[in-house]
C-alpha cells in the first residue's frame, strides 16, 4: 500500500531517507550541497521561531563529521549572520570532513568563525552557552555509543538548566529507527527534523529525548518521494476530515449499528465501557450481546446502551453462537471481545461464530483465543481489525512484551501479515499496520489514556467508525487518534491522571471542536 498524503505524512526510515537524498542527485542532477544549505536555513528559521532573534547570544554548535554536523557548521555561518557568537566544536580534525561537509568547514575556516576540537569544548557549565545545537550523530547511527561519545552526551544533557539544547535531525545517540537511546542520548528541547520526521524520532521512548518535534521541508522533489514512496506515514489531523459533515436528515438507524459482543460474570464493564465509546463516537444504536446471567448487571444504571441476553449462562459457549450471529446481522460492526471471559467453553464459542456477516473488531479475550488458535484468523474476513496491547501482542507472535517493544512498527506489521488484518498494536505512538506492510504512526503520546478500560472505549471507537464504511486502515487510523485527542484534553482537568475510562468516552465529542 502506498503513502496517502490526505492523511498521512511521509515517515521514511534512515534508509529510505537516505535513498531520497541520492536519487535526487542521481535522479533530478541536484546538488547535495544545496540541500544542506538548504537545511541549514530551514534549521536557523526554526531556531528563531523556537528563542526569537539571535543577536548577540553564545550559541555552541557540535559537529559531528558527516552530513549532520555539515548542517551544523553551515547553521553556524546563517547565524553568525545573524548576529550570534558563534563557536564549533569539531569531532575529528578539518582535514577528516569530506563532501558537502567538507565544503562547509573550509568555508567557515574562511569566514573566521570559532572553530575548536570537541575535546576543548568546555561542557563543564562553567560558561554554558545560550543555545547548544547537537548536530553530532545523524539518523543513521545504530549500535551503541563510543565511551568519550557517551561522556560528551551526558555533560551536553547536564547544561539542560543553562543552555536551550536543540538537535538537527536527530538528537545523537538516538537509534534512527527504534528511537531507543544507545545506551544515552541528547535530551533536546526541540528537534527540528529535515524533509520529514524518521521512524525513530515519533516512537513512544523517543519523545523525552526528542522535545518539540520541528519537521521542514529542504527541497527534495515530490517526483523523488513518489518514486521512491515510504512503507510508514505518520497520523496528521487531517484524518479528522474523513467525518465530514453530518447530514441534517441523519437519525439512528442511518448513524451506524455497533455490536458489542462480551460480558462474562465480574467482566461487565468492558463491554459497557465500548459501548459507550461505540455512542460517543455517534453511532445511532449500540446494542451489547452478552451472556444471559449477567445481562441485569451490565444493563444496570445505564439505560443508553441496549442489551440482547443470549442463552442462560455467565459465559458465552458453542451453543451461544447461531444468537450471537443473528443479532448481528444488519449491524455495520461487531466488537468483539470485551469482557469475554477465559472459560474453556468461549474457545467453541468463537470456532462456531465465524464468519460474521459485519467487519468487526478483535480485543482483549478475543485476542486470547486466537492466539490459542491461530487457525481462526482465516475466517476473521477482510474487514477485522485487532487491537492488541503489547502483552496480547507477545501472545500472538509467541514472543515476549520486550520483543514487542524492541521494534513496535516491526512487530505491528508481522501481526498484520500474521492474521491477515489490520493490526492496532496500543502504547504511547500506537502502530497501526496492514497485511501489505503500510504501518500508520499515531502522533499521540498521552498518558491520561493509561488506565483500566481504556482500551475497551478504543474498540467501540474503532466500530463504530467501521460501521459507517471506513476501509480497516482508515477506521483504526482515525479511532487510535481520536481516541488519542481525547487522552491529551483530560491532561488538562487531571494533570496528574486520576481520570477514568468512562471518560476518555466522554470526552471525544469535545476532541472534535478543539
Not at 54 to 61: F, Y
Not at 191 to 212: C, D, Q, S, Y
Not at 215 to 238: L, Q
Not at 306 to 315: A, C, F, L, Q, R
Request: charged fraction near 15%; include cysteine; charge should be neutral.
Amino acid at each position: 500500500m502506498s503513502l496517502d498524503a490526505t492523511y498521512f505524512d511521509p515517515l521514511p526510515t534512515p534508509t529510505e531517507i537516505a535513498g531520497w537524498d541520492a536519487a535526487c542527485v542521481a535522479e533530478c542532477g541536484m546538488s547535495f550541497l544545496a540541500l544542506m544549505e538548504n537545511a541549514s536555513r530551514e534549521a536557523m528559521h526554526a531556531l528563531v521561531g523556537e528563542v526569537g532573534e539571535v543577536a548577540g547570544k553564545r550559541v555552541l554548535l557540535l559537529a559531528g563529521p558527516g552530513n549532520n554536523g555539515g548542517d551544523a557548521v553551515a547553521l553556524a555561518r546563517h547565524l553568525d549572520n545573524r548576529g550570534a557568537r558563534v563557536t564549533v566544536g569539531l569531532a575529528q580534525p578539518r582535514g577528516k570532513y569530506r563532501g558537502a561537509a567538507g565544503y562547509n568547514v573550509r568555508l567557515a575556516a574562511t569566514l573566521g568563525l570559532a572553530m575548536l576540537p570537541l575535546a576543548r569544548v568546555d561542557l563543564s557549565g562553567a560558561d554554558a552557552p545560550d543555545i547548544l545545537i547537537d548536530g553530532l550523530l545523524g539518523t543513521g547511527f545504530r549500535g551503541s555509543l563510543r565511551p568519550e561519545l557517551a561522556a560528551v552526551v551526558r555533560a551536553v544533557n547536564g547544561l539542560a538548566k543553562r543552555s536551550s539544547i536543540f538537535a538537527l535531525d536527530i538528537p545523537s545517540g538516538l537509534d534512527g529507527l527504534t528511537g531507543r537511546p544507545s545506551p544515552v542520548a541528547v535530551t533536546a528541547q526541540a528537534t527540528i527534523a529535515f524533509e520529514a520526521a524518521k521512524t525513530g524520532l515519533v516512537t513512544g521512548p523517543a519523545a523525552p529525548f526528542v522535545g518539540r518535534l520541528l519537521v521542514r521541508e529542504i527541497g527534495i522533489p515530490r517526483a523523488v518521494r513518489e518514486r521512491h514512496p515510504c512503507r510508514a506515514g505518520r497520523i496528521t489531523p487531517r484524518i479528522l476530515d474523513v467525518l465530514g459533515p453530518v447530514s441534517p436528515t441523519l437519525h439512528k438507524g442511518s448513524a451506524g449499528r455497533v455490536v458489542v459482543v462480551g460480558g462474562s460474570r465480574g467482566l461487565t464493564g468492558a463491554p459497557l465501557l465500548a459501548g459507550l465509546g461505540a455512542l460517543r463516537a455517534g453511532s445511532g444504536l449500540v446494542s451489547v450481546a452478552c451472556p444471559g446471567a449477567v445481562e441485569v448487571s451490565l444493563k444496570a444504571g445505564f439505560p443508553d446502551v441496549m442489551t440482547m441476553p443470549i442463552g442462560s449462562g455467565d459465559h458465552f459457549c458453542a451453543a451461544d453462537a447461531a444468537g450471537v450471529r443473528d443479532f448481528a446481522a444488519g449491524a455495520g460492526a461487531v466488537a468483539l471481545g470485551p469482557g469475554l471471559g477465559r472459560h474453556a467453553d468461549t474457545a467453541g464459542f468463537l470456532e462456531a461464530l465465524f464468519p460474521l456477516p459485519c467487519p468487526v473488531i478483535l480485543d482483549a479475550d478475543a485476542l486470547y483465543f486466537l492466539a490459542a488458535s491461530p487457525g481462526l484468523a482465516a475466517t476473521l474476513g477482510p474487514d477485522a481489525i485487532m487491537t492488541p496491547h503489547p502483552g496480547e501482542a507477545a501472545r500472538l507472535l509467541g514472543t515476549d512484551i520486550a520483543g514487542i517493544e524492541a521494534d513496535r512498527l516491526a512487530s505491528a506489521r508481522e501481526l498484520a501479515a500474521r492474521y491477515g488484518c489490520v493490526a492496532v498494536l496500543k502504547g504511547p505512538a500506537t502502530v497501526v499496520a496492514t497485511p501489505d506492510g503500510f504501518a500508520a504512526v499515531s502522533p499521540v503520546v498521552a498518558p491520561n489514556l493509561a488506565v483500566g478500560g481504556s482500551g475497551d472505549v478504543l474498540s467501540g471507537l474503532a466500530g463504530s467508525l467501521a460501521a459507517r464504511g471506513l476501509s480497516p486502515l482508515l477506521a483504526a487510523s482515525l479511532a487510535v487518534y481520536w481516541h488519542g485527542r481525547a487522552g491529551e484534553l483530560l491532561a488538562a482537568a487531571y494533570p496528574a491522571r486520576g481520570n477514568l475510562a468512562s471518560e476518555i468516552a466522554t470526552m471525544l465529542p469535545h476532541a472534535l471542536t478543539e
